[in-house]
C-alpha cells in the first residue's frame, strides 16, 4: 500500500497526465494552424526550422570486405548464350530441314502412289482389252461350234394372252 | 615525338592482301549478280523435269457395250546414244532380248543424237526384260496401243489410228476429238539421283469419252460372215452390206470384204481398207427402178394398178432398151408387176412419162447425189449428170439405174424413207452423238403404195430367195452392169448384183441391203444377193427379238 506522500506523487502525475484546459486550448490552437492551408504554404514553410547540418563523422567508416565470384558469373552467360543459340539454330536450320524432309518423303511417297495408280489403270484397261478379246462373236461363235452347238434352224414365238395369269406349282403350268 | 618508319614487307603485304580482297569481292560480284540469273536458269532445268501426262483414248463399243475398240499399255524401247558407252555390246545384248536385227540396233545406237526409238509399242514383257538389264542410256517407256479385241470385225468401219494414237481412218478419225482427250502436263523437282522432291504444277490429263456406236455386234459379225460367204461362193471380186433402222437412222451392220485385221491395219492394200458402202458409188441397176415409180405415184400419173402395154423392147432416139431376159413382144403390165418383175421396158416408159424434172427432183428428194452427212469420213454423193446436161437417151438409162452412180448407204436410206412412212432420216453411227435430221421424201400414202408392190416382188416376183420365214419382206433386186474402163462401154460380164428390202413389210423394223461387186458364177441380184439378205435378216430379226408377222 502507497504512503501518503507517495499517493500524493501520484495523483500528481496522473494529473500532468490529464491535460489542463489551457493545455487543451493551446492544443486546439496549434491543431487548427496546422490544419490550415496556409501553414504548408510558402510562408508556413518559410517558417519551418531549417534542419541543422549533420555533423561530419570523426571516424572513418569500416572498409567493408566484399568476396567476389568473378568466375562463376562468365560460365553461367556462356551456358545461356550457348543454350540461345541451340535453340536459335533449332529454328533456323535445323527445323527447315526436318520439314523439308518429311515434304521430300511425302513427295516421294505421292510419287509412288501416283505410279501405281497408273499401272493399276493400265492393268485394268489391259485386263478388260482381254475380257473383250475373249467375248467377241467370232470367238464365242469358235467355241460354240467346239461344243457341238449350232444357230437355231426357226424360233418359235410364244403368244401369251393378256390376263391369263401365270404361277410356278400350278395346274395351269404343270397341267396336272 | 616518336619517328614513324616506313615498314616496306607490312605495305607489300597488306597490298596483296587488299587485291586479293577485291578480286574476292569481284568474283563474288560476279557469280552473285552477273552470272546468277544464267546460273539459276542452269540449275532449275536440271533440277525442273517437265513430263506429259498422257490422256487416255476413250474406248469404242457398239449398242450393247460391248468394246470394239479399246486402249492396251505396251513398252517402248529409247536410248541416249551419246550415253551408250559400247554401242556393240549394248546392240549385242538387246537384240537377243528384243529379237531384233543387231546391225539395226547398232546403226540407231551410233546415230550422233541424244534420243532414238529401238522399238515401239512392243510386248510389255519384253519391254521388262529390257528393264532389268539396267543398261546406262537406255530407257523403257509406256505408251498406250489401240488393241481391236474383235480383230476383223468392222476393221472397215471403226478405221485406225497412228503410232502417236491419232485417228486416221474411219469413226477413229471421225471421232478423233471426242476420244483423244488433253494431254496434261507435270512439273516437278528432282534431286541428282532422280527421285521426286516436289511437284511444281500439275495440269491433269483429261481422258477421251468412250464413244458407243449404233452397231450391234452380232448383227455386224452375222452380216460380215454371210458376205464372206457370198464373196467365196459366188467368186465375187467385194461385197457390202448395211442393216439399218428406218426410223431412227442408226446403221446397225455396215459390213465389207475383205475382212481386214484392224490390228494390222497397215498390211492391208488401200482397197481393202476403203469401206465401200459409204465412200464408193456404183450404178444401182433396177434397185433403182422404185425412184421412177415413186416419182410417178407422187405426180399421181399411175396408180399401182396402172396398166401399160409394152413391148419386149423400147427406143429412146439410137438407144435400144432390152429386158434382162427373154419376154414376149407384147405385155400387159401393172406398175406393181413392172417393179416385181424388174421390167427395164417398163420403168422406161413410166421415166418418160414422168418427164426429166421429176425424175430430178425424186432423185433428190430420196437423197442421191448429195451427201447424208453420216459422221463417218471420205463419204461420197454420187454421180449424176446436172439436169440441164442430160442427153436424150440419159431418159432411157437413169429411170433404170443407169447412167447414175450412187453409194450402198444412199441406196439404203432411200428404201428406209419407203419403209419410215415417207419420211428420209440421217443415218448415222454414233448412238447419242448425232441428233440426225429427217425430212420427207415422198408422201405417206406413196410409200404405203411402195411397200405393198415391193412386198409383191418379193412374194411373187425376182426377190422370191429374199423371203424370211414366218416375215413379209418388201424389196427389190439389182443387177447392174458395170462399164469397162477400156471401152466405156457396158460389160456383160461385169455386175454388181444386189438387194435391198425391209422386214416386216407391214411396219418395217429393219432395212439391209446387199451389193455384191462382180459375181463370177452367177450375176442376178435375185440369185446372189437376196439368200444373203434373207440370212441377214433372218439373223437380225431373232436377235433383235422382233416377233414373226406371216403365217406359214
Redesign the interface.
Known sequence: MPTASRQTWMDAWEGDLNPSAAARRSAARVGARTSATRYYGREATARLPKPAPEAPRSQPLAEVKVRTTGRTRPWFMLAGVAAVALILLTVVYILPVMMNSSTTDLEAATGRLQSKQTELVRAGADLSAQVAGLSTPQRVAEVATKLGLQPAASVHYLQINAGMAVAEGTATVANR | MTARRFNKRLAVFMGTALLVLVFLFGMTFYWQVIAAPKLRAEASQQSRVTKTLPA?RG?ITDRNG??LA????MATVTANPKQIKDPAAVAAQLATVMSVSQDDLLAKLTKKTGFVYLARKIDPSIGDRVKALKIEGIEVI?EEMR?Y???S?ASQLLGFVGLDNVGLAGVEKEYNTVLAGTAGKMT?VKDLKG?????ESVQEAVPGADLKLTID??IQ??AEKVINEVVTTYHAKKACAIVMDPKTGEILAMANTPGVDANQYGSATDAEQRNSAVVDSYEPGSTFKMVTVAAALEKKLVTPDTKFELGSTITVYDRVVHEAHAVASKRNLTVTQILAQSSNVGAVTIGLQVGKSALVDMIKRFGFTQKLGIDFPGETKGIMPAAERWSGTTIANVPMGQGISVTPLQLATAYSAIANGGVLVQPHLAKDAVKPWSREAVSSTVAAELREMLTVTVEDGTGKRARV??YEVAGKTGTAQKIDPKTGKYDNNRYVSSFVGMVPAAAPQLVILVTVDEPASAHLGAYVAAPAFSQIAS?AL?TLGI??TAQD
Open positions: 487416255n474406248a460391248e468394246q479399246v486402249s492396251k499399255t509406256s488393241y479385241p474383235a480383230g470385225l516437278v527421285n521426286r522432291l516436289a511437284t455386234e452380232d459379225f452375222e420365214a414366218g439373223f431373232k416377233p414373226p
